[in-house]
């Protein structure tokens, strides 16, 4: 599933081609949806924004198209009237009359007044967006400490939408081998230290994650790396995906598990239990 700061990417690219411009025609996949065409058809798009994993592209008559990638949906941008070559099912395209945005296989698509999107079932309970700029790291130490979150273990609690919006199963172990932490410690069992430096990497990673399109990586092993190391996705992450190999730290070598039904990786030396 896509992450906030893959879900933020896209939203960068419908709205380099969306924002300010008419929209002309509307299609939706959904027949319950398909009232909405004339609705939207002829409008501006104001904003493209994101909350955590979710997109909402709000239109100047008050109008806000709510969509949700979950496991398999693909934003794909295309210039008017070039649809792009691909088996998967389209499931809402804004047109204008120079690009398509165009959403295909994803299932989560509302359109809601803009005054009530807030009510959206899943918006509702979001917690703060990783990527807000508001966020500063004191905020998650506090959020941290909150009696309904200082008792559950790391590994469950970063990937919980309602803890923090935009944390995914990649992020979780990025962030905990960088803050040194063990997965299955809980917050109320961390020092004053540990939950601030787990505070500070939990804002940086998705940030350095969002600017660098998915490297966690700090940029000089990132640049080492991409010299000797084939293939985007080997050279990416500290430990997410890397079971079996050195830790670039320790050397001592990445174990995987699974918790909360997702797997999890991190190094049993830089993250003692």
């Given at each position: 599933?896509?992450?906030?700061?893959?879900?933020?990417?896209?939203?960068?690219?419908?709205?380099?081609?969306?924002?300010?411009?008419?929209?002309?025609?509307?299609?939706?996949?959904?027949?319950?949806?398909?009232?909405?065409?004339?609705?939207?058809?002829?409008?501006?798009?104001?904003?493209?924004?994101?909350?955590?994993?979710?997109?909402?592209?709000?239109?100047?008559?008050?109008?806000?198209?709510?969509?949700?990638?979950?496991?398999?949906?693909?934003?794909?941008?295309?210039?008017?009237?070039?649809?792009?070559?691909?088996?998967?099912?389209?499931?809402?395209?804004?047109?204008?009359?120079?690009?398509?945005?165009?959403?295909?296989?994803?299932?989560?698509?509302?359109?809601?007044?803009?005054?009530?999107?807030?009510?959206?079932?899943?918006?509702?309970?979001?917690?703060?967006?990783?990527?807000?700029?508001?966020?500063?790291?004191?905020?998650?130490?506090?959020?941290?400490?909150?009696?309904?979150?200082?008792?559950?273990?790391?590994?469950?609690?970063?990937?919980?939408?309602?803890?923090?919006?935009?944390?995914?199963?990649?992020?979780?172990?990025?962030?905990?081998?960088?803050?040194?932490?063990?997965?299955?410690?809980?917050?109320?069992?961390?020092s004053r230290g540990e939950r601030g430096r787990l505070a500070r990497e939990t804002l940086d990673l998705p940030r350095r994650s969002y600017e660098t399109g998915g490297i966690t990586l700090p940029p000089r092993l990132a640049a080492t790396l991409k010299k000797t190391v084939k293939g985007f996705e080997r050279r990416r992450f500290f430990v997410f995906g890397r079971d079996g190999r050195p830790c670039y730290s320790c050397k001592d070598t990445?174990?995987?598990?699974?918790?909360?039904?997702?797997?999890?990786?991190?190094?049993?030396?830089?993250?003692?239990?």
């Open positions: 599933m896509p992450e906030g700061p893959e879900i933020r990417r896209a939203a960068d690219r419908i709205a380099n081609v969306l924002v300010d411009e008419t929209v002309e025609e509307v299609a939706f996949a959904f027949p319950e949806l398909q009232r909405f065409t004339k609705v939207l058809s002829g409008q501006r798009v104001l904003e493209v924004e994101t909350r955590g994993k979710a997109l909402l592209t709000h239109f100047d008559n008050d109008y806000a198209i709510y969509s949700h990638n979950q496991l398999y949906g693909v934003w794909k941008i295309a210039k008017r009237g070039k649809m792009p070559a691909t088996n998967r099912s389209l499931r809402l395209a804004l047109h204008t009359s120079g690009h398509s945005a165009l959403l295909y296989s994803a299932s989560d698509i509302s359109v809601w007044p803009r005054e009530e999107i807030g009510m959206h079932p899943f918006l509702a309970t979001l917690g703060p967006d990783l990527l807000s700029a508001k966020l500063a790291w004191r905020d998650i130490s506090e959020r941290l400490a909150m009696p309904r979150f200082a008792g559950r273990s790391l590994a469950a609690l970063y990937l919980d939408q309602h803890f923090l919006a935009g944390s995914g199963n990649y992020l979780r172990s990025e962030i905990l081998f960088c803050a040194g932490v063990h997965p299955k410690r809980r917050p109320r069992d961390l990445i174990r995987r598990d699974s918790m909360g039904s997702r797997r999890i990786y991190w190094c049993p030396t830089c993250q003692p239990e």
